[in-house]
């Protein structure tokens, strides 16, 4: 059998990475596909691993206004796979427009749905883009033969928007064995003299609320706790601005605020082991990557309370308001005040990371695509 897998626009981060994690971590023959054919930007084609059974294609229309790269996937993508006739397609993101039959399609972009968070942007192009995205996945995710969620949190929501989808799975993604394998060596400061070190990798997002977690370390510093914050990520001009308007009000000396632009993935590890405590402010996740890699590596987590956190994290951190400050300063002390309670939840964050495997992701998913083809042909 056939497999084509189109991801001509899956250009975030955490879709990169669920893409070739899964391409690393199976041997497709196994469920009965000979050939895998993937659709994907020029500049994705590097990272991407090389197997024999795997036939990469680029479209020039992949870097092109969204009006064309949409063309593309409705019309030359479809007539593309019938004349070559696939058994099955494979759609990593729901803003897919191409209705091959039979397909699965996978759902991880969530600002469209989550309530209240397409007002942050308020009346702009950005605001409009996101609504026409909504409309778009939602019919992609509906005509699809199967749909994919990462979360039940996401299957729920996604959902309540779109209406009933009759055929649908929840799987997870995985997790990197970079930070299963990797030993955290930093020792908790056990004298008022050592530095207390907060980190928080995500892009820098209006619904990431970095500014938030400045303020709450600042109220911490204020308290006479010696604590410093690492924020990690990308940045979207406007959320920037706001976060750095934030610095320049609650740490104008540049003491305690260090901020790196996006880093290579296999660096995330040791940042992670560097620092003491891992904080996650987002409102609005399909399934937080980051999160779940924080808590391989057994660092106590405060946590924001929205989205599907809690189902991915249950009792394993100290949860908060990511709107709130004061929230975010009460959660992050609990952890630096309470030493028994700061090692539970470290170990149970472990144990519970142990559910993601980016082996059972990709297993999981291809005997979805494996049934499928086959009930089809």
Known sequence: MKLAINASRAKSGGAKNH????????DPVKYGFTEVHLWIYSDLKKSIPKRSWL??????????????QLSWEFFILYLILKKKKFNVLLNVDA???????PSITMSRDMLAFEPGEI?????????LRQIFLKKIQCDSLKSSSVSVFLTKYASNLI??????IQNYKIIPHGVSNNFRNHEKKVPWPNN????????YISPISLYKHQWNLVRAISQLRSRKFKVELLLVGASEKVALKKLQ?????????????????EVNHDEIPKLLSSSHIFAFASSCENMPNTLIEAMCMGLPIACSNKGPMPEILRKAGVYFDPSSPISIRKAIEKIILDDKY???????????????????????LFSALSELANEYN
């Open 19 to 26: 893409l070739i994690s899964i391409l690393s971590n199976i």
């Open 55 to 68: 036939f990469i294609h680029c479209s020039s229309f992949s870097n092109k206004a969204i009006f064309f």
């Open 95 to 101: 803003g897919s427009v191409c209705r091959f039959k």
């Open 119 to 127: 007002s942050r942007l308020g009346f702009s192009l950005a605001a």
């Open 159 to 164: 959902q309540n928007c779109c209406g009933k």
């Open 192 to 199: 008022e003299v050592d530095t207390i070190r907060v980190i």
């Open 245 to 261: 308007k934030e610095i320049a009000i609650s740490d104008p000396n540049n003491e305690f605020v260090t901020y790196l632009n």
């Open 342 to 364: 700061r090692e539970k939840i470290s170990k149970l964050a472990i144990k519970n990371s142990n559910k993601f495997s980016w082996e059972k992701s990709a297993d999981q």
